[in-house]
């Protein structure tokens, strides 16, 4: 074959030289076999995914080191009511063996009062501004102090509510009451009037959800009293409703050492893993109103220690017993919750390790091969640039005379 | 035989090695002229005579000159040519897309694994308006990804589209330059001429067309015949057929032929093979990809969104914006909420609640309608991307080298060789100096044959 000119070769043999060359470069300098989607599009798209894997496991490992403070707060608090409780009971046990002595009595009612208080301190912890034991209606105390009766901000002796005031579509009007540890909640629906509400309690007491004798009626001042019977421990009304205004304690009728339990039973759960959800709270009812009602238990041994006897004493102060054993038992799931985050966080830590060595093994390059590759195409490239300035120049004139 | 005839011989000689010394330097000064095809001195020994009983040849006679070409390599780098050009056109619009698919701090991806994290954090709190906004600004950072998606994509086929109006600018002014040659090429053909550098101008001129354009040549009795590959003529004679642009209805620049009819999808080689084939199907692909994933996830999370209520227990109200109808959506999708409160995180209307989030977080593994989870959706996305630079860039280096060694084989039937032409310079300078030998031996004997008469005289 004739070979009339060498130079579109040479050109295209340096081309090449120099484009490994660059490449080679580049992986050694981006550590990545993968620069461009086109490199290796099946690796680039399986990157995709893998990068999104690894982001979830790095919220896994935040939402760990967020909610285990909450939940070794809530811990630490039940640790203290179960503390108080033992208090309590230590001290009814005293009163009830005091020879009937009254004064003796009266100063170990101060003293449970005492412990009544730590324990409604504690149940109203918070962290970081969420209350842990008021389920998800976290933003306010859950435990607040109950009295026999509210009335409501609307309604006035010259402009009184009637039975037949329709109330807001929506709203919600919470009864909690101190005594059975629970609460009533109604949500009004269109067309419904006070009279729905006033029948709705009455449906709540049947079903023991409120005290015996809680009414609803219109007061001398037109406005709505919502009451439960005087021998109670009292309620805690709450209303958005814009028909009644806001529902005020009347302030004579607050209940000593009573408190109602107002936030709800929902319980928020936080994605610790793909295929583990962790509960971060324990609801106010379920550790210490409902069944054994704690906070009742020692508001009747104070009352049993106030004007009781000492066969009330011990009955009151065997009530606090049961509310300690179940309060203990709530414990239980939350320190096995606390210990899964504390092993999990190992496990995410590992399965970001494993995460890394995949990405590195999808796109990243192998650096001594790469620094190999680099010297290679250095040596390549000097060669093809040294056999095209020796090879160009000649031709038969440079011999000719 | 006379002197008369030995001198007329070695002046045809003189005549001869001339003629080939001038098609010699010809060569030589053209030896980096692109498109030139070297030639060839024709020498033909010049008829015999008769003398009495012996046959004495006369020498020889320059016929003329001809060009070494070779027509199939020359169809074959105009194919290759095409291919080579239409793949060009495609990597370079591919590789100007992939940097907005490719991984980044800003990549589509990136910002959905961002929405949901930011999504899962605010499940710690549901409260916390600092993790509210975040959940906010994460959706408005994947909604300026899609936006910007999209965008690069439109601007890449409006550019395409532009080029299409100056390819076809080109190729008509090609075609009127093959055309005006026409004439030139059949007359010649007509005289018995080699085509000589008429051809090669012509020649090159097609190769400039077949660079835009797939096109058919055919040699005929009025020079060459050019069509695109769906048959329409482009030059018959001295005739050039100019194509016509217009916009279509759905925006684009149409290719027409003389008579009006829309040629556009039979123009598949070329520069304008390529961008026409860019713009009309891979990018368009591309961006149906993009819309769907777009209109899709928003239209998943604005469901998972309604079944919860926001910070004032009111029911959920949409998250995104985006278009009812799939096209359009990536560039169109934005954030219907500004109030981070309106985020429905609660299941149970207090505003301490994450129930809802769970909903919102089961997005990410949850399959869109197109079968696919968000993420694998995009995977696919940045797969397809990649594929066709892949493939662009793969069919850009064979026909590269496929080229490269056409060209040398054209280059070894019809190029100039500096060594091969120096080594004619010294034969025909050898031929030259040997007819003038004899040219100056026929003057001396006649100055012998005239001194004779003179001293017999004497």
Not at chain 1, 74 to 82: E, G, K, M, R, T
Not at chain 2, 228 to 242: D, E, M, R, W
Not at chain 2, 384 to 399: F, H, I, P, R
Not at chain 2, 420 to 439: H, K, P
């Amino acid at each position: 074959m004739r070979v009339t000119n060498m130079l579109s070769d040479v050109q295209y043999a340096m081309q090449q030289s120099q484009q490994n060359l660059a490449d080679a470069e580049q992986q050694v300098s981006t550590g990545l076999r993968v620069n461009n989607l086109s490199d290796d599009p099946t690796a680039s798209a399986n990157m995709v995914t893998s990068l999104a894997s690894s982001a979830s496991v790095d919220q896994y490992t935040k939402n760990v080191t967020s909610v285990l403070p909450q939940m070794q707060t809530a811990d630490s608090a039940i640790s203290s009511i179960v503390t108080s409780l033992n208090s309590a009971i230590t001290l009814g046990t005293s009163g009830a063996s005091s020879n009937g002595v009254t004064a003796n009595k009266q100063s170990i009612a101060t003293q449970v009062e005492t412990v009544l208080s730590s324990v409604i301190s504690q149940a109203n912890t918070a962290y970081q501004g969420v209350y842990v034991f008021g389920g998800t209606a976290s933003t306010t105390p859950p435990f607040v102090a109950a009295s026999t009766t509210y009335t409501s901000s609307q309604g006035s002796a010259a402009s009184p509510l009637t039975s037949s005031t329709a109330l807001t579509a929506g709203s919600v009007t919470t009864i909690s009451d101190a005594t059975t540890g629970e609460s009533m909640t109604f949500k009004a629906a269109a067309g419904d009037t006070v009279a729905t509400l006033q029948s709705a309690i009455t449906s709540a007491v049947s079903a023991g959800t409120l005290s015996a004798g809680t009414t609803a009626t219109i007061n001398a001042h037109g406005q709505l009293s919502i009451a439960t019977n005087s021998s109670a421990t009292g309620i805690v009304v709450n209303s958005n409703d814009e028909a009644l205004g806001s529902m005020t304690a009347v302030a004579s009728t607050k209940v000593a050492n009573a408190y109602a339990y107002v936030g709800n039973s929902n319980v928020n759960s936080v994605q610790v893993g793909d295929s583990l959800n962790v509960a971060t709270n324990i609801s106010g009812s379920q550790l210490l109103t409902s069944g054994s009602n704690a906070i009742a238990s020692l508001t009747g041994l104070i009352t049993a220690l106030q004007s009781g006897t000492s066969t009330d004493i011990g009955t009151a102060t065997a009530a606090v017993s049961a509310a300690l054993s179940a309060v203990g038992q709530q414990r239980i799931p939350l320190d096995n919750t606390i210990s899964q985050l504390n092993s999990q966080e190992s496990y995410l830590s590992q399965e970001t390790l494993t995460l890394t060595t995949a990405q590195t093994s999808l796109v990243g390059a192998n650096i001594a091969d790469a620094a190999t590759n680099l010297s290679n195409a250095e040596i390549d490239n000097s060669a093809v640039l040294a056999a095209a300035a020796k090879a160009m120049p000649e031709n038969l004139l440079k011999y000719l005379q | 035989m006379s002197l008369n005839t030995s001198l007329t011989t070695a002046v045809q000689s003189l005549n001869a090695a001339s003629g080939a010394l001038q098609i010699t330097n010809n060569n030589i000064a053209n030896a980096n002229t692109a498109g030139y095809t070297r030639q060839v001195a024709v020498l033909q020994a010049a008829a015999s005579s008769s003398d009495g009983n012996s046959s004495l040849g006369n020498g020889v006679v320059l016929e003329g000159y001809q060009s070494v070409r070779d027509e199939l390599l020359q169809t074959q780098i105009q194919q290759e040519t095409q291919a080579q050009s239409g793949a060009n056109a495609q990597l370079s619009s591919l590789q100007a897309i992939e940097p907005t698919f490719t991984t980044s701090t800003t990549d589509i991806g990136t910002e959905m694994s961002a929405v949901f994290s930011s999504i899962s954090s605010l499940s710690t709190n549901p409260a916390s308006s600092t993790l509210q906004q975040a959940v906010l600004t994460a959706g408005q950072n994947l909604a300026t990804a899609f936006n910007t998606a999209s965008s690069t994509l439109t601007a890449q086929q409006s550019g395409l589209n532009t080029q299409v109006t100056q390819d076809v600018s080109e190729i008509n002014q090609l075609t009127k330059q093959i055309a005006a040659l026409n004439p030139q090429l059949a007359q010649l053909k007509a005289t018995g001429q080699d085509g000589g550098t008429v051809q090669d101008q012509a020649d090159q001129l097609v190769l400039k067309l077949s660079a835009l354009t797939n096109v058919s040549v055919t040699q005929t009795d009025n020079g060459e015949t050019l069509t695109t590959g769906g048959g329409t003529p482009l030059v018959v004679g001295s005739q050039s057929f100019a194509l016509q642009t217009t916009t279509g209805t759905d925006g684009m620049q149409h290719v027409l032929d003389q008579s009006g009819d829309d040629i556009t999808s039979s123009l598949t080689g070329g520069d304008l093979g390529g961008t026409i084939q860019t713009r009309d199907t891979a990018i368009p692909g591309l961006l149906t990809q993009l819309d769907t994933l777009a209109n899709q996830f928003a239209t998943a999370m604005n469901a998972a969104q309604a079944k919860g209520y926001d910070q004032n227990g009111v029911a959920g109200t949409n998250l995104y914006t985006v278009s009812s109808s799939v096209s359009g959506s990536a560039s169109t999708i934005k954030m219907a909420i500004t109030d981070p409160a309106l985020i429905a995180s609660s299941s149970d209307g207090t505003s301490g609640s994450n129930g809802n989030l769970a909903n919102l977080s089961a997005m990410q593994t949850t399959k869109l309608a197109s079968g696919k989870t968000p993420g694998d959706a995009y995977a696919s996305l940045v797969y397809q991307v990649g594929s066709l630079t892949s493939s662009a860039n793969a069919e850009s280096t064979a026909t590269t080298a496929s080229l490269l060694q056409l060209n040398d084989q054209l280059s070894s039937v019809s190029g100039v060789s500096i060594n091969e032409e120096a080594a004619n310079l010294i034969t025909f300078q050898q031929s030259y100096e040997a007819a003038a030998r004899v040219v100056s031996t026929i003057q001396a004997l006649f100055s012998v044959t005239m001194s004779m008469g003179t001293a017999a005289a004497e």
